[in-house]
């Protein structure tokens, strides 16, 4: 028997060695972590106030509270899931609570870990109490629990309740709660959490410190995922980071929650990459859709259905396909009204998106994102998703090049007061057809209709650079738009149908609009024009002034020249002006000689 046991307290000794002089480490030993492994979400959760991301105006009233000694008896904190009320909940009741052979009042600085706080964050501190109201919605259940808040606390300085999902108690609970949360005993502390604040009763609210804890913004929530895959020894794709905090809408533990589970995705030591991430998550190619996006706004049907078709047999879901539209519309109307530089995408993606933004008008915007809505919900309900997909994108194709019902006006008006002269076809169809033409196929068809013969002859441009671009403003006589257009733009890029370009400070405010409606009008075709932050090359301007300088300091440096100046002091260069070279007549033989010897 004794033989028996001495296995068992080796086993449980750990300091006990075997008979050949080794540890007695037990050799199940990583089976036992694996399976108490615990979740990113539980294992990287904010251990002091400092750790709370995005919360630093909460943080901020409640460390000026702390230390003026202004600590409010209740405190009520409401916010989407994931951004912290639990958590923070916790902290406060260590903070209440918190207390060292240094310090022994409430203080958010909870570098150390105090009397209180171990058991506090393990659940099994007697003073603090942390209850569930969807578990105990009555009055009696109220009752019971406010019965124990007029004794004191047993080993702590505070008595603290924390109640989740306070907006599940019912009526009679919430008024057995009001008495006592409008006059509590000294020793007692009340913080409230819920997602729902509008169910909360007035009375509740008006008796407590609120505190709305806001959503995280991506790019704090793609620093916290950069800092717990580094100590998880964890490589993931920056644009697969920001997969992540996009797809969590503001939620710091979804986020986590997704990160666990994308660094799965690859074996050890290999980078977990964004199409693997888009996959977990369910997402298209956003590249893609925006593609897809500018083809719809472009009014190409066809080319948006192959596009759409491609996504679907990769798997991207038609609802999915239609809130990314919907997300794409929504970035180009911001990026239209603040900049590209509100939208948290790359910065590639940003500019195609304000690209859009700065092609289409603020109404049609507008009015694509009410379809969308209403395709979105047709998608949704149709038997088959895919066919309604197809159908939502060529009514939108459709409708993107229409004009708005003002354009409509404005361009009916127009042709109405336009002259009448004689029009190809004669008589007064030809300017009712001109208005036709005008609403359905844009002011170029109008254009051609009411123009002379010659100019129906006329090619329509093809432009292949910027510098084409100038000399079309120039061929039109268009004077003013071709001076902002030389001394306000700075090309970056320049493809058919898009130009990107960096504005000089000082332009007029609607110059790509202007640039997008005219060439629009001369070319036939709609036209994408985005303004960035910077990479733009010199302007037609800048590089005449250079050009100028650069001819003028050739001057300067010209021996001659320098020889005229230094012959006649204070001498100094005015201008310089290319003078036409003189036509030199031909010599006939003869002629110079009689020449000379007059």
Same mark, same amino acid.
């Given at each position: ?18 008979? +050949? ?53 209740? +405190? ?491 012959? +006649? ?30």
């Amino acid at each position: 028997m004794a033989e028996d046991d001495e296995p068992e307290t080796l086993e449980r000794d750990p300091n006990t060695s075997d008979m +050949f002089g080794a540890p007695a480490a037990p050799p199940p030993a990583p089976v036992e972590e694996s399976a108490a492994y615990t979740v990113i979400a539980r294992k990287y959760r904010p251990q002091t106030f400092d750790d709370l991301y995005g919360q630093e105006a909460m943080v901020r009233t409640l460390r000026n509270a702390f230390a003026s000694g202004r600590i409010a008896h209740a +405190f009520m904190l409401t916010g989407v899931r994931g951004v912290g009320k639990t958590t923070t909940a916790r902290l406060l009741a260590r903070a209440l609570n918190y207390e060292t052979d240094a310090i022994h009042e409430p203080t958010l600085d909870l570098t150390e870990e105090g009397r209180h706080c171990r058991s506090i964050i393990e659940g099994r501190h007697m003073d603090v109490l942390e209850l569930d109201a969807a578990s105990r919605t009555g009055v009696n259940d109220m009752r019971e629990l406010l019965d124990g808040v007029r004794y004191a606390p047993v080993e702590a300085r505070y008595k603290v309740y924390i109640i989740d999902e306070v907006h599940m108690l019912s009526t009679g609970a919430f008024n057995a709660l009001l008495k006592t949360l409008e006059e509590p005993p000294p020793h007692a502390k009340f913080i409230f959490a819920t997602t729902e604040i509008r169910k909360v009763p007035v009375t509740i609210l008006s008796r407590c410190q609120r505190f709305d804890l806001r959503r995280v913004e991506p790019d704090v929530i793609v620093k916290n995922l950069d800092m717990i895959a580094g100590k998880e020894g964890a490589q993931v794709e920056p644009e697969g980071m920001l997969l992540i905090a996009r797809a969590a809408e503001g939620s710091m533990r979804d986020a986590q929650s997704m990160l666990d589970q994308a660094i799965v995705q690859a074996e050890a030591g290999q980078m977990v990459t964004a199409a693997s991430i888009r996959d977990m998550l369910g997402l298209a190619d956003r590249a893609q859709t925006i593609s897809l996006f500018e083809q719809v706004m472009r009014g190409q049907a066809g080319p948006a259905v192959e596009t759409f078709r491609s996504l679907y047999n990769f798997g991207a879901e038609p609802g999915q396909v239609m809130l990314d539209l919907m997300d794409h519309t929504h970035g180009a109307s911001v990026a239209k009204a603040i900049g590209p530089q509100a939208l948290t995408l790359p910065k590639e993606q940003a500019a195609r998106l304000a690209a859009v933004g700065a092609a289409v008008s603020a109404g049609n915007l507008s009015r694509i994102w009410q379809m969308l809505l209403k395709a979105h919900e047709e998608v949704r309900r149709a038997p088959d998703a895919a066919a309604a997909c197809d159908m939502a994108l060529i009514r939108l194709a459709y409708a993107a090049d229409l004009p708005g019902p003002e354009e409509a006006l404005k361009r009916l008006a127009a042709g109405d007061s336009m002259p009448s002269g004689p029009a190809p076809g004669g008589g007064g169809g030809g300017g009712g057809g001109g208005a036709t033409a005008s609403l359905g196929g844009g002011v170029t068809a109008q254009a051609r209709v009411m123009a002379p013969p010659q100019e129906q002859a006329d090619a329509v441009p093809t432009l292949n650079s910027f510098a084409d671009v100038l000399n079309l403003i120039k061929a039109k006589r268009d004077i003013v738009l071709q001076l902002d257009v030389e001394r306000f733009v700075r090309p970056i890029s320049f493809r058919q149908g898009a130009i990107e370009y960096e504005p000089v400070p000082g332009g007029p405010n609607n110059l790509a609009q202007r640039l997008v409606t005219r060439l629009k009008e001369w070319t036939g075709q709609p036209w994408l024009i985005a303004a960035r932050g910077g990479g733009g090359t010199e302007s037609a301007w800048e590089r005449q002034k250079r050009e100028a300088q650069e001819v003028r300091a050739e001057i300067e440096a010209d021996p001659f020249v320098l020889s005229v100046m230094q012959a +006649f002091p204070g001498t100094e260069i005015v201008g310089v002006r290319n003078l036409p070279q003189p036509d030199i007549a031909p010599v006939i033989e003869g002629v110079e000689d009689d020449e000379d010897e007059e």
